[in-house]
């Protein structure tokens, strides 16, 4: 099977899951964030997912889409998976409130348009 052909729906995955964060997250504080386990594990696990999505899409594509920071995506779900005992809170929010807002902008037009009721 022509890996090319599964981009688009790993593009949308990371573009969905990366705008659920920047939902979850809106109008929160740090301290909501650290206080709240069943948010930061939601946030963690959205990371994971964009993380192992960016790692399945093609090397062509990834290749094609340098702006993309495709190595920090999949290192950050490394970390979140490998290195559990270890997250860092402020880490984890700085990539929900500065990185994943980037992230959508730089999908966006990459990622193909969702039928109506998937958005």
């Known amino acids: 099977m022509n890996p090319e052909k599964w981009d688009g729906g790993y593009l949308l995955d990371m ?3 990366a705008r659920a964060v920047t ?9 909501d964030y650290a206080d709240n386990e069943v948010l930061r594990m939601a946030v963690e696990r959205r990371i994971e997912i964009i993380g192992e999505a ?30 559990y005992g270890e997250i860092e809170d402020e880490i984890v929010w700085e990539t929900a409130t500065r990185s994943i807002p980037e992230l959508v902008r730089l999908l966006a037009p ?10």
């Open 15 to 17: 573009l969905r899951h």
């Open 23 to 31: 939902r979850d997250i809106q109008g929160r504080t740090f301290k």
């Open 54 to 83: 960016a790692s399945r899409v093609s090397e062509a594509f990834r290749q094609a889409h340098p702006e993309v920071p495709w190595r920090k995506i999949i290192a950050q779900r490394n970390i979140l998976i490998h290195e």
């Open 110 to 119: 990459l990622a193909p348009k969702p039928l109506e009721d998937e958005t």
